[in-house]
């Protein structure tokens, strides 16, 4: 009788080991690359309260504005077309979680959110909701800043890290 209860007891543990190493892996943060992504790449983000997949899908460098944004002359300006995509939970989506890097200007937010809506010549504004699970918007995000290359980040006030993606 001891051998048995010997044989339960163990395999109970081993049981619960490997539960506990089963959950502890499926609910680990994303940990955001050290490398800037590509162009194109979906970037898996985490939150305590939803988890979502966010791509850039493409970013110009322009010399014109966006409908009644005018630039100043020889200025260009980058136009940035992302995707959200809720996996689970709530996700707050706002054009002012992305944040251009540039080289020769330093960090600033996206113009979208403050200049309203971008115009047919730019792409439609990405739109400023929290989403369920299974949403998914689409938008355009754009920095009045020199677009010569650089990185533009995601995070928001929510993720403990960010995403970014390199540019130019």
Request: proline content about 7%; aromatic content about 6%; some cysteine.
């Amino acid at each position: 009788m001891p051998r048995r209860l010997m044989v339960i007891v163990s395999t109970a543990v081993v049981v619960l080991l490997a539960g506990a190493a089963a959950y502890a892996v499926a609910n680990r943060p994303e940990a955001p690359p050290d490398a800037p992504l590509a162009l194109g790449t979906t970037a898996a983000v985490r939150t305590n309260t939803g988890f979502a997949r966010v791509t850039l899908r493409a970013a110009t460098a322009r010399r014109t504005g966006c409908d009644h944004v005018r630039p100043a002359p020889a200025k260009v300006y980058l136009v940035a077309d992302v995707s959200v995509e809720v996996v689970m939970g709530a996700w707050p989506v706002s054009a002012d979680d992305f944040m251009y890097d540039g080289p020769r200007d330093g960090a600033s937010h996206s113009m979208s959110a403050a200049v309203g809506p971008l115009g047919e010549d730019c792409g439609s504004s990405l739109p400023n909701r929290t989403l369920a699970t299974g949403d998914k918007v689409s938008g355009t995000v754009f920095f009045g800043r020199d677009a010569r290359g650089g990185e533009i980040y995601y995070s928001t006030h929510e993720m403990r890290g960010g995403v970014s993606w390199r540019v130019g």
